[in-house]
């Protein structure tokens, strides 16, 4: 769905902007950091989050990512993920990303941290995407 331009820039970034719907139909923009595997775009938020019950209400969002006047928007449809394994997969993923450590794993205390700071996954499939420079 995404051309090669688009698909190496999502790549090639972690940095974004999340924008979700709020109850009253309003916007909620939150900056994130994010995973694009090829196939989805994976996010670790904590679940009492307003982008977490957002997504889970309207799970149709857009991500917005940008390096100077250069974005990319990707609009697209959030699963909310709270259940390991799956979670904890997605997670280690996003952490490799954020670390920029390939070897990065998830270890007993990582779980236990994360489950402490209450962190999901919203996962992110593409459906559209515009971009600009």
Do not use: C
Not at 24 to 29: I, K
Not at 70 to 98: N, S, W
Request: proline fraction near 5%.
């Amino acid at each position: 769905m995404l051309t090669p331009e688009q698909d190496e820039f999502l790549r090639t970034n972690h940095l974004a902007a999340l924008a979700t719907g709020r109850k009253d139909g309003s916007p909620q923009l939150g900056h994130v950091v994010y995973d694009y595997d090829g196939k989805d775009v994976a996010i670790s938020v904590k679940s009492y989050t307003a982008k977490w019950h957002n997504a889970i209400r309207q799970p149709r969002v857009a991500l917005l990512v940008h390096e100077g006047r250069k974005q990319l928007v990707i609009y697209g449809r959030a699963e909310a993920i709270a259940d390991d394994p799956e979670r904890m997969e997605l997670t280690e993923r996003v952490f490799r990303r954020l670390t920029g450590n390939p070897d990065f794993a998830v270890t007993d205390e990582f779980v236990a941290g994360m489950n402490q700071q209450k962190r999901t996954i919203l996962r992110i499939t593409p459906e559209k995407a515009s971009m600009n420079d």
